[in-house]
């Protein structure tokens, strides 16, 4: 069996916050409990939406807390020629197709067709009338199912609830689902813990693993924190930054959302110490 390799991969959009703090918990927590590797990826591939120095704060807030990665921390702003790479691989394996839709026209097709919303009719997929503003996967038909370590087996029709999907925005930016990919890979991360909003996600990732022949993670998604309207606490919906002056209290407001008792502790590296074992007999220490 290869060495569990894991890691925390944020998006510099803002500041961490407790949902933040609860995966990298999480992360850091099942990589040591299996005596494996954990790693930091700054997911920093939408310039509009990152103020500017918000990667340092990220970085400087994890150290705060004790998480260290074993290794360098890597920034996918360095890495476009790897999407680059990967994205003109699936074009000859005919994987891929460009895309003229706006926004606007993908809504009202959907619609005219009876399709839910936000999903991708297909209109571009025999061939674009104008010039190709995006580059999209073209999804197989069928179910697509795959086991998660804490949810269990979990399926869904890529097809019919998302449709084909972009890998290459208009705006030139590179879409999550490949740059995540692409990055794994590259990586050797063999083992994610993420939090469960991006459980819809997995199946497009792996149907993208199995195009560009990369081996597959072992996924466990975790609870969500939730904001008082029952509504996944983020930074779009106005989390509250985590508070530095009093790491303990905050690293065990996270311990306490994974279902964890509390115990005493004098730093943020010694909870980490402590926790571990007990990471170890839980209900998440699962193969």
């Not at 959009?13 to 005596?35: E, F, I, P, Q």
Request: contains cysteine; charged residues 25%.
């Amino acid at each position: 069996m290869n060495k569990y390799v894991g890691r925390f991969a944020p998006s510099p959009t803002g500041d961490l916050h407790l949902g933040s703090l609860v995966c990298a918990l999480a992360s850091y927590l099942d990589a040591r409990a299996h005596r494996g590797k954990w790693l930091i990826r700054i997911e920093d591939i939408d310039p509009p939406r990152e103020p500017a120095g918000a990667a340092e704060k990220v970085l400087s807030t994890l150290k705060l807390f004790g998480f260290e990665p074993d290794d360098d921390v890597i920034f996918q702003s360095h890495r476009y020629h790897l999407y680059e790479g990967a994205l003109e691989r699936l074009k000859q394996l005919n994987y891929v197709y460009g895309c003229s839709c706006t926004r606007r026209e993908i809504a009202m097709a959907a619609k005219q067709q009876g399709l839910r919303e936000n999903v991708y009719p297909g209109t571009c997929r025999s061939g674009a009338n104008k010039p190709a503003r995006s580059w999209r996967f073209k999804v197989p038909a069928g179910r697509f199912s795959f086991h998660d370590r804490y949810y269990g087996v979990l399926s869904q029709n890529v097809e019919d609830e998302v449709g084909d999907f972009v890998l290459k925005r208009a705006d030139g930016f590179w879409a999550y689902q490949l740059a995540v990919v692409v990055d794994d890979g590259e990586q050797g991360i063999n083992n994610i813990v993420r939090g469960a909003d991006l459980l819809d996600n997995t199946p497009r990732q792996i149907l993208l693993q199995q195009a560009l022949s990369l081996p597959h993670p072992t996924y466990m998604h975790i609870p969500l924190v939730l904001a008082e309207d029952g509504k996944k606490l983020s930074k779009q919906n106005g989390a509250t930054e985590l508070n530095t002056r009093e790491p303990d209290k905050e690293i065990l407001r996270a311990w306490k959302h994974l279902g964890f008792e509390e115990f005493k502790f004098q730093t943020p590296e010694e909870f980490l110490k402590k926790a571990i074992p007990v990471w170890s007999s839980s209900k998440y220490f699962r193969p």
